[in-house]
């Protein structure tokens, strides 16, 4: 099921058009209300240090991958790129390529993902489920319906930055039909701010929604595209609230109904995040997981970028929906180093 391998693993040089300033000052102002992660800055930290380690781990014969995954694990996304600078400086060598040239498979692709800068991650992830052909449209609905409004806004810089093209060009030049307008309008990141909720407009959205859908013969897309991509979280939270009073149905059983395929997908990723974006993340984890064949493009993607803001809630959810902590299915799903890196981020078991 894994589309392509080695698809993060082409990464190369992934500050060329940002400077690890910028970078810095971004990720601190994304991250400074969020502490819900695995992984955290480490203390003492010296950047010098863990390039002369790294370097090594990876000289002579042999890889020492343990050195790798400790050192590289217990550093903030943030600190890990001051250890690519620091490497640099030292050896005059790229770490990303040293790391690739020692590492190979699932292993190296989430090694280089860890060693992504998160915004930039997410732009190079968006740019690789839309390039050649064909298109991974769950990569671009799992990433667009579970991002915040800044988060957005970042990854539409950095992508134009890196690849001299708006993100809206790219995601019209490759879906279509009401798929393509939803991610239009997520795109725009000009949701409203959660601010206060006028009680008049939620039942008039509830009301609107129940007739683009369960009074009208056919659907009116138009309208759900509108409401689930500009309305503020707590406003639709209350609209799916007065969306159940009125209807008798929950929000999710009439998208289920009134619309099929990317649509009805990236409708429902929706509403999942605007309920809880870590039950939303849980459930795509263990779909990743689940059954014949892992998806490990997801199951990396997820587990990296949420590392550092909500994996420890996304570990409860997974926990009490599917009666199975993230930890014991992970172990029990993946092999080799890879399994080692991907427990480590995990943070524990809590079986």
């Not at 005059?92 to 692709?109: H, M």
């Not at 539409?156 to 307008?181: A, C, H, M, N, P």
Request: aromatic share 8%; glycine share 8%; hydrophobic share 35%.
């Amino acid at each position: 099921r894994t589309r392509g391998s080695g698809r993060v693993g082409r990464r190369h040089h992934f500050l060329s058009s940002l400077s690890l300033g910028t970078y810095l000052i971004n990720t601190k102002m994304a991250f400074k209300t969020k502490s819900r992660g695995t992984i955290k800055d480490f203390p003492g930290f010296k950047a010098n240090d863990d390039a002369e380690a790294l370097r090594k781990a990876m000289k002579g014969l042999g890889t020492d991958e343990e050195a790798i995954i400790k050192i590289l694990i217990s550093r903030s996304n943030a600190q890990r790129q001051e250890i690519d600078v620091a490497y640099k400086t030292l050896f005059g060598r790229d770490l990303v390529d040293d790391l690739k040239s020692e590492i190979s498979g699932k292993f190296e692709n989430l090694i280089v993902a860890l060693m992504t800068p998160s915004a930039l991650y997410d732009a190079y992830e968006l740019r690789h489920a839309m390039k050649g052909a064909g298109t991974t449209e769950n990569v671009l609905t799992e990433i667009l319906a579970s991002r915040t409004t800044d988060e957005v806004r970042h990854i539409k810089q950095v992508y134009q930055q890196e690849y001299g093209t708006e993100l809206e060009d790219s995601i019209t030049g490759d879906t279509s039909g009401y798929f393509q307008r939803m991610l239009v309008v997520l795109v725009q990141g000009n949701r409203d701010p959660d601010s206060k909720v006028n009680d008049s407009l939620v039942e008039q959205d509830a009301q609107d929604l129940f007739k683009a859908g369960e009074v009208k013969w056919g659907t009116d897309e138009e309208k759900f595209i509108t409401i689930l991509g500009t309305r503020s979280i707590s406003h639709l939270r209350k609209v799916f609230d007065k969306y159940m009073t009125i209807s008798g149905y929950q929000i999710e059983e009439s998208i289920d109904r009134e619309t099929s395929g990317h649509l009805e997908n990236l409708l429902l990723a929706i509403v999942k995040s605007v309920r809880s974006i870590p039950e939303y993340l849980a459930d795509t984890l263990y779909h990743a997981i689940k059954g014949a064949g892992t998806d490990d493009c997801t199951l990396i993607r997820v587990m990296v970028s949420r590392s550092e803001i909500d994996l420890l809630d996304i570990k409860e959810k997974f926990r009490k929906n599917f009666g199975k902590s993230l930890h014991a299915m992970i172990q029990g799903d993946t092999s080799g180093d890879y399994r080692n890196a991907l427990l480590l981020i995990c943070g524990g078991d809590d079986d």
